[in-house]
């Protein structure tokens, strides 16, 4: 292992004396050894090389790019020792429990392998997933390695990223240790399960707690067609584009709903169901947003809306991109460049390969560090476009993006969510008339029918005890010297049939009580504070 890496940073050190540095053809060179340097050095180096594939602020983007390639097959361990596991985790003979299982692997990868199998109770088919003798030590040891080799390089971490390297390592660690555990992959399938069971066009398969343990997973089977076979996809009749629609509906929910996303959606893992149901199975590469990153999430999509590129820069701050106290200035415009050159003229212009492309450079010329949890963003969302792009090279994210996120602030009740819809709507205290039907018209291209009942009810609610904002909308109706009667009239014409009148009826009629309640308060401290 010593030999072999101090090879290729030698083979570095002489390209930069010797002037071939930044070739394109050595560049080029070097980066696949390093893919085949890493694949030849075990499963941690794989995992590493994963990993690296979306840090651009640690690697730079022509490796990123070879190392994208990086893949977790591997050849199987012997079936023997393998059953073996499967008896001793199960504490009981295979047969009692499975009535026939495949004498060799359905897949191998690098920390286990998967056999199908049929359950002897029940007769239903299960995926039994059994992990590779061994691996743990060899983890540990390589992790090891890993932090006294970023111990050497903390100085330039701290200087370039703000962060010691170590950090760097725990948190790549933690994920990988994670994956290890299958009782921890268990507990992910059942909240997955959970979050999905209301959506009749995603499909989670259950999970066997009882047959399951830190070496032994038994779930579902997926009988479906997997995206590693576009062809096949396109050719068995469904709905292509609704299936994507669904596909990227699905992710935004995990990263802005639920705050519990699949990290490692590649090809592989995703399958297209006969009914056209979108199904995920290998939950161990998960990772969670907390509610105050998921706000924020929101808030730089809101930014993104109103163009406001300094408060995009604060929300860096916060997610954890940069070290808290830096001086904004310089980035807000840097982000105003990426994203206006990112978007083009239209909607169909945006890939998030161009915005990655473009951050790169942005990581090189300001101490941006990419938290883990946001690297598997960032590869989950790559990955999820690629997978798209090749089922139809006509699509285009953001257009099925953002109907989604336009529902969601008009819909949702959650009262966060309805303080973003107003900072939508409102910028430097006026009201924008065409951002409220652009959001409206983008809300309506989702699939579904568009119930924002309770989005006018709580907008009743809130301009009847607000009295700024009541002052903000009769501005709206009257700003620039003229009645907006056009504005209001589209306006309406949008919202028509999206709103069910005996259900507003009957809602307000309800709350009437407690808004009389907060309004005489509100009243009655007004007079008083006089």
């Excluded at 590869?379 to 996120?405: D, K, M, N």
Aim: charged letters at 25%; one cysteine or more.
């Amino acid at each position: 292992m010593t030999g072999v890496l101090g090879g290729f940073f030698l083979g570095l050190a002489w390209d930069r004396i010797s002037g071939q540095a930044d070739t394109p053809g050595r560049v080029q060179f070097r980066a696949a050894q390093l893919r085949e340097i890493l694949t030849s050095l075990g499963p941690s180096f794989v995992k590493a090389g994963q990993v690296l594939a979306s840090r651009p602020d640690i690697v730079r983007e022509d490796y990123m790019n070879e190392l994208c390639t990086l893949q977790d097959d591997v050849p199987s361990f012997p079936d023997d020792q393998a059953f073996g596991i499967l008896q001793e985790e199960l504490g009981r003979p295979i047969a009692e429990v499975f009535s026939s299982i495949s004498e060799r692997p359905i897949a191998a990868a690098s920390l286990g392998q998967v056999y199908k199998a049929v359950l002897r109770e029940t007769g239903q088919e299960v995926a039994v997933k059994v992990q590779r003798p061994g691996v743990e030590p060899i983890i540990f040891r390589d992790l090891f390695i890993f932090r006294a080799l970023a111990r050497l390089v903390n100085s330039t971490s701290k200087r370039k990223l703000g962060c010691n390297a170590q950090l760097i390592v725990d948190e790549f660690g933690e994920k990988l240790l994670e994956e290890l555990d299958y009782l921890q992959e268990a507990r992910n399938i059942q909240d997955f399960y959970r979050n999905f069971s209301n959506d009749p066009k995603v499909k989670i398969p259950w999970v066997r707690r009882d047959l399951s343990g830190p070496r032994v997973l038994t779930m579902e089977w997926i009988n479906g067609i997997r995206c590693t076979d576009p062809a096949a996809i396109r050719a068995s009749g469904m709905d292509v584009a609704e299936f994507i629609r669904c596909g990227v509906v699905t992710g935004l929910r995990q990263l802005l709903e639920f705050g519990l996303f699949h990290g490692d959606p590649h090809p592989g893992n995703i399958f297209a169901m006969p009914d056209g149901r979108i199904a995920y199975v290998d939950f161990g590469n998960v990772a969670e947003l907390s509610q105050t990153n998921k706000q924020t999430l929101i808030d730089a999509i809101v930014h993104a809306v109103n163009e406001d590129y300094e408060g995009m820069a604060d929300d860096f701050i916060k997610l954890g991109f940069l070290a808290p106290g830096t001086d904004v200035t310089p980035i807000a415009p840097a982000l105003q460049e990426i994203w206006q050159d990112s978007m083009g003229r239209s909607l169909a212009d945006f890939n998030f390969r161009t915005v990655t492309s473009k951050f790169n450079d942005l990581v090189y010329q300001y101490p941006i560090r990419i938290p883990e949890r946001y690297s598997l963003v960032i590869r989950a969302l790559l990955t999820q476009e690629g997978i798209c792009l090749t089922l139809s090279p006509e699509f285009h994210f953001l257009e099925v993006a953002y109907p989604y996120v336009a529902r969601r602030l008009l819909t949702a009740e959650d009262p966060i969510l309805r303080e973003r819809l107003f900072q939508v709507l409102f910028q430097n205290g006026k009201f924008q008339w065409q951002r409220a039907e652009k959001l409206l018209g983008l809300a309506k291209e989702g699939s579904g029918g568009l119930d924002i009942t309770s989005t006018v009810r709580d907008a009743v609610k809130v301009v009847l005890l607000d009295d700024k904002l009541r002052m903000q909308l009769v501005n709206a109706f009257t700003e620039d010297n003229k009645l907006h009667i056009d504005e209001v009239r589209s306006v309406i014409n949008q919202v028509q049939g999206e709103i069910n009148p005996q259900q507003l009826l009957r809602q307000t009629l309800g709350d009437l009580p407690a808004l009389s309640r907060q309004f005489m308060l509100s009243w009655s401290d007004k007079i008083l504070s006089k």
